[in-house]
């Protein structure tokens, strides 16, 4: 799991150290004084999601490490991706103003 803070605070959300193991893999909570709780299913890619046929009920974002094509939401639920795959080439995604703006959404 994603235990380094830096990389937390950038998602806005505490992270669990350890996956519940079912679906959705995480529970997390925003930094804010609400503490809302956010249901994350964690994928390699996000275009997982769909291969896994997962119930979007359950879920409010889908945190992959790779995103493969323009997509920015699965069935209405954002993907936030480390990485997204231009042609051949992964490009980081952290740090874009695109991340930013839909973490604040």
Not at 69 to 94: A, E, H, M, V
């Amino acid at each position: 799991m994603l235990r380094n803070d830096w990389i937390q605070r950038k998602l806005g959300f505490k992270l669990p150290t350890t996956s519940n193991g079912r679906f959705p893999d995480i529970t997390a909570h925003t930094y804010d004084q609400y503490k809302t709780k956010i249901e994350v299913e964690v994928e390699y890619k996000a275009e997982h999601f769909i291969i896994h046929k997962h119930n979007t009920v359950y879920c409010d974002l889908i945190l992959s490490f790779i995103r493969s094509n323009k997509n920015t939401n699965i069935s209405g639920i954002p993907i936030w991706s480390f990485y997204k795959r231009i042609k051949d080439k992964l490009i980081y995604t952290l740090d874009e103003d695109i991340f930013d703006q839909n973490r604040r959404k």
